[in-house]
């Protein structure tokens, strides 16, 4: 092994990093695109998954099975390399996390999506050990050294605040702490150097948050495919606002923005919201508005035959609103409204079933169709893991 290493040797040529990056500037955009591409995936999956309203526990578990495909594979990656080359590898690899982009919206929601997503974490992370064997193959001596720097330079973050410390011989935390702070200060500026010297001391005046509360609440169901019709969605629709609103009334927390997600067989989805004047928290009033904006996407889209997935979530939630109550007028959007006497009923209903469900358990009472599609459902105890905290 030690016969294989690459010589560095002190004559000849001394070449910078600038120097070094039109030797191999094909090399460092590899390198830039691997860093580009690991700090998106790790900021933007999670944002994604809530785009197909994915529960943060799975995707947590998809990006910790990406993590476990990066370190994994990079041996037998190496070891593929050494049989064939360095760029090629790098090639297939760069083949592969491009094909992983355009299989990710199929396969986000099927079972495939695991193996995909870790096969996907070993490739995108492989260009980046396929660049460093072949900066070793085909470079010696300060050019090597140069080419490592520039490496860390495109993938590092906050290159030029790297490279001012590197000239006072700053590299490490440790040597960050032993330096004086005035000359950070002064290198760095005061609002920089004052908080770097501070953080290298474990010094950090900022909270330390363990949770965030949510600041909505949802719920979905996968169905399959199933017929566009309201035999289908209105049972599913009052499951998923019995689940939502339940989790609103308990912690006192109304939402005034109810966003409804239907699904067709074809994986395209289509999203409706509307904001009330009031917050509400009533299962059927919910499930009455949810309906109304599925009806309207249905109709919108008279062509899907078949609905694969609906979906219902509550935002723009309050703490302890103030109800206004209604003047019985009789009109029509009355039923929707929480101040009015049908909205105060139902409202009156809601609690007694929780407090039935308290006492009893979830199974124990529930609105007609809406048991009989919880008793298909994933189990309660399951589905709070995955569920914030409002």
Same mark, same amino acid.
């Given at each position: 092994?030690?016969?294989?290493?690459?010589?560095?040797?002190?004559?000849?040529?001394?070449?910078?990093?600038?120097?070094?990056?039109?030797?191999?500037?094909?090399?460092?955009?590899?390198?830039?695109?691997?860093?580009?591409?690991?700090?998106?995936?790790?900021?933007?999956?999670?944002?994604?998954?809530?785009?197909?309203?994915?529960?943060?526990?799975?995707?947590?578990?998809?990006?910790?099975?990406?993590?476990?495909?990066?370190?994994?594979?990079?041996?037998?990656?190496?070891?593929?390399?050494?049989?064939?080359?360095?760029?090629?590898?790098?090639?297939?690899?760069?083949?592969?996390?491009?094909?992983?982009?355009?299989?990710?919206?199929?396969?986000?929601?099927?079972?495939?999506?695991?193996?995909?997503?870790?096969?996907?974490?070993?490739?995108?992370?492989?260009?980046?050990?396929?660049?460093?064997?072949?900066?070793?193959?085909?470079?010696?001596?300060?050019?090597?050294?140069?080419?490592?720097?520039?490496?860390?330079?495109?993938?590092?973050?906050?290159?030029?605040?790297?490279?001012r410390l590197a000239?006072?011989?700053?590299?490490?935390?440790?040597?960050?702490?032993?330096?004086?702070?005035?000359?950070?200060?002064?290198?760095?500026?005061?609002?920089?150097?004052?908080?770097?010297?501070?953080?290298?001391?474990?010094?950090?005046?900022?909270?330390?948050?363990?949770?965030?509360?949510?600041?909505?609440?949802?719920?979905?169901?996968?169905?399959?495919?199933?017929?566009? &019709? =309201?035999?289908?969605?209105?049972?599913?629709? %009052?499951?998923? #606002?019995?689940? $939502?609103a339940s989790r609103? *009334?308990?912690? /006192?927390?109304?939402?005034?923005?109810?966003?409804?997600?239907?699904?067709?067989?074809?994986?395209?989805?289509?999203?409706?919201?509307?904001?009330?004047?009031?917050?509400?928290?009533?299962?059927?009033?919910?499930?009455?508005?949810?309906?109304?904006?599925?009806?309207?996407?249905?109709?919108?889209?008279?062509?899907?035959?078949?609905?694969?997935?609906?979906?219902?979530?509550?935002?723009?939630?309050?703490?302890?609103?103030e109800l206004q109550?209604?003047?019985?007028?009789?009109?029509?959007?009355?039923?929707?409204?929480?101040?009015?006497?049908?909205?105060?009923?139902?409202?009156?209903?809601?609690?007694?079933?929780?407090?039935?469900?308290?006492?009893?358990?979830? &199974? =124990?009472?529930?609105?007609?169709?809406?048991? %009989?599609?919880? #008793?298909?459902? $994933?189990?309660?105890?399951? *589905?709070?893991? /995955?569920?914030?905290?409002?």
């Open positions: 092994m030690l016969g294989r290493l690459p010589k560095v040797d002190e004559a000849g040529q001394q070449v910078s990093v600038m120097g070094f990056m039109p030797k191999a500037w094909l090399l460092l955009a590899a390198v830039v695109v691997a860093a580009g591409f690991e700090q998106a995936v790790l900021a933007l999956l999670p944002v994604y998954g809530t785009h197909y309203s994915i529960a943060e526990a799975s995707m947590s578990a998809l990006l910790s099975t990406m993590i476990a495909g990066n370190i994994a594979m990079q041996v037998p990656l190496g070891l593929l390399a050494e049989r064939l080359t360095a760029r090629l590898v790098r090639f297939l690899c760069v083949s592969l996390t491009v094909l992983g982009c355009v299989l990710l919206p199929l396969l986000i929601e099927t079972p495939l999506i695991w193996p995909c997503v870790f096969i996907w974490g070993a490739v995108s992370y492989g260009i980046y050990t396929m660049s460093i064997i072949e900066l070793g193959e085909r470079f010696t001596g300060s050019a090597l050294v140069a080419g490592n720097a520039a490496f860390s330079l495109m993938w590092g973050v906050g290159p030029a605040t790297r490279a000239e006072i011989g700053v590299e490490t935390i440790g040597q960050l702490a032993r330096s004086h702070g005035g000359a950070l200060k002064r290198l760095l500026g005061p609002a920089a150097g004052e908080k770097l010297a501070a953080l290298a001391w474990n010094r950090d005046p900022r909270r330390l948050e363990t949770h965030r509360r949510a600041h909505s609440a949802g719920a979905q169901s996968a169905l399959g495919r199933k017929p566009a &019709e =309201a035999r289908v969605f209105v049972p599913t629709l %009052l499951h998923l #606002a019995d689940r $939502v609103l *009334r308990a912690k /006192a927390r109304p939402g005034r923005t109810v966003t409804v997600r239907v699904r067709f067989a074809d994986m395209r989805a289509v999203t409706r919201s509307v904001t009330l004047e009031q917050p509400i928290q009533a299962t059927a009033m919910l499930a009455e508005i949810a309906e109304e904006l599925v009806r309207g996407v249905l109709a919108a889209n008279r062509h899907e035959r078949e609905i694969s997935l609906l979906a219902i979530s509550v935002s723009h939630l309050e703490e302890s609103a109550l209604e003047l019985p007028l009789g009109l029509a959007d009355e039923r929707l409204k929480p101040g009015s006497r049908k909205g105060l009923a139902r409202f009156g209903a809601d609690r007694a079933i929780d407090r039935i469900r308290q006492r009893f358990g979830k &199974e =124990a009472v529930g609105y007609g169709a809406a048991a %009989l599609e919880a #008793a298909r459902s $994933v189990p309660d105890e399951f *589905r709070e893991l /995955a569920e914030k905290e409002l």
